[in-house]
């Protein structure tokens, strides 16, 4: 039977490597690059990043966790991370009433993609547009 082990609240993969594992935790990171948290956590604890997570003790367990604990991981990264939102959206930035709108903020282009997407205005009327250019908008009324 293969137990389930827990990091920082979050189930992590049992079957795969550790620094992969780790990765599933919101706030570590994806890449094991020199600079990756990941692979500062795993190297700071001497902790082989290719072995399986099924393979560590409870003592390499807690020492991960007491770790991770340094960082803000999880909840209270994405708590921080709508607080900075709800900032700039306060504060009228252009960022923020971009975020309002719901359009893209860091000037992406949007001539052909985001077309469809959701507005968060509640206080406009939306009209209709015709997405393609092939057809016309249907009237509204």
């Given at each position: 039977?293969?137990?389930?082990?827990?990091?920082?609240?979050?189930?992590?993969?049992?079957?795969?490597?550790?620094?992969?594992?780790?990765?599933?935790?919101?706030?570590?990171?994806?890449?094991?690059?020199?600079?990756?948290?990941?692979?500062?956590?795993?190297?700071?604890?001497?902790?082989?990043?290719?072995?399986?997570?099924?393979?560590?003790?409870?003592?390499?367990?807690?020492?991960?966790?007491?770790?991770?604990?340094?960082?803000?991981?999880?909840?209270?990264?994405?708590?921080?991370?709508?607080?900075?939102?709800?900032e700039k959206i306060r504060i009228n930035c252009l960022q923020g009433r971009l975020h309002s709108m719901g359009k893209k903020v860091r000037g992406q282009p949007t001539r052909h993609n985001n077309r469809t997407r959701p507005s968060g205005i509640v206080s406009?009327?939306?009209?209709?547009?015709?997405?393609?250019?092939?057809?016309?908008?249907?009237?509204?009324?």
């Amino acid at each position: 039977m293969v137990r389930t082990i827990r990091i920082s609240n979050v189930n992590i993969l049992v079957h795969k490597n550790v620094y992969v594992a780790l990765s599933g935790i919101y706030g570590i990171g994806k890449k094991f690059r020199k600079k990756s948290r990941a692979r500062q956590i795993l190297e700071k604890l001497n902790i082989n990043p290719f072995s399986k997570t099924k393979d560590l003790t409870d003592e390499q367990i807690n020492l991960i966790n007491h770790e991770i604990q340094q960082f803000a991981v999880e909840g209270d990264l994405k708590q921080i991370k709508k607080q900075n939102i709800d900032e700039k959206i306060r504060i009228n930035c252009l960022q923020g009433r971009l975020h309002s709108m719901g359009k893209k903020v860091r000037g992406q282009p949007t001539r052909h993609n985001n077309r469809t997407r959701p507005s968060g205005i509640v206080s406009f009327t939306k009209q209709r547009v015709a997405v393609a250019g092939k057809k016309k908008a249907p009237t509204q009324g």
